[in-house]
């Protein structure tokens, strides 16, 4: 199975900030890489998918870049809603699998 | 507008059954591949089962094979999660989703709104 270590774990930032997300892949994964976004008793939400393709809707302030084992995902300008749980996922291979999480907070 | 709504979850003792549904709306199910997805109180996401769209071929992880059972019903539009012999560590939300796109684009772009299974005696 392919691991996915997302870093850190928790983060504290204000708004406004600039933050960045890291996830490592316990192998090669090309881009087959997404971010969600999770709020508290909430579906997790679609970002970024294809490690740097941004969703339909999603604001522009949210970046996704790297291929192979080392992803980051980062956010310019943090605003009120964003304060809130992220996951990377893989879709390289069965069984697809999620990081741990980072969860952002004032 | 494209949306998935998922039925009640509930209370269920250890070794129980219980059938989730999740029902389309705004697309047409068949397809789609579908998947399930579970997230244990205060943890993270958890991929659990998915069906092809066109072939139906279906993917369980290791911890539900042999216990769950993911299908659909096209005319109803509404994919299912038939769970058996469920264990105090099936305890979870459980969110059914949708994937789009193939190739390097393949994505969960819709989920529903999750649905809490408590298995306890």
């Known amino acids: 199975d392919i691991q996915l270590t997302q870093s850190p774990s928790f983060l504290s930032a204000s708004v406004g900030d600039r933050v960045t997300i890291t996830c490592r892949a316990s192998q090669d994964i090309s881009t087959y890489l997404a971010w969600f976004q999770q709020n508290p008793g909430r579906a997790p939400k679609l970002l970024i998918y294809a490690a740097s393709t941004l969703q339909g809707g999603v604001p522009s302030r949210f970046s996704g870049t790297g291929s192979g084992t080392e992803f980051t995902l980062t956010v310019t300008s943090l605003q009120p809603g964003d304060f809130a749980t992220y996951y990377c996922q893989q879709f390289n291979s069965f069984p697809l699998t999620f990081g741990g999480g980072t969860k952002v907070e004032i | 507008d494209v949306q998935l709504v998922e039925s009640e979850g509930g209370l269920v003792p250890p070794g129980g059954s219980l059938r989730l549904s999740c029902t389309a709306s705004?697309?047409?199910?068949?397809?789609?591949?579908m998947y399930w997805v579970r997230q244990a109180p205060g943890k993270g996401l958890e991929w659990v089962s998915t069906l092809g769209g066109t072939d139906g071929t279906t993917y369980y992880a290791d911890s539900v094979k042999g216990r769950f059972i993911i299908s659909r019903d096209n005319a109803k539009n509404t994919l299912f999660l038939e769970m058996k012999s469920l264990r105090a560590d099936d305890t979870a939300v459980y969110f059914c989703?949708?994937?789009?796109?193939?190739?390097?684009?393949?994505?969960?772009?819709?989920w529903g709104q999750g649905t809490l299974v408590t298995v306890s005696s």
């Open positions: 989703a949708r994937h789009s796109g193939s190739g390097i684009s393949r994505r969960l772009d819709a």
């Open positions: 705004g697309f047409t199910l068949s397809i789609y591949a």
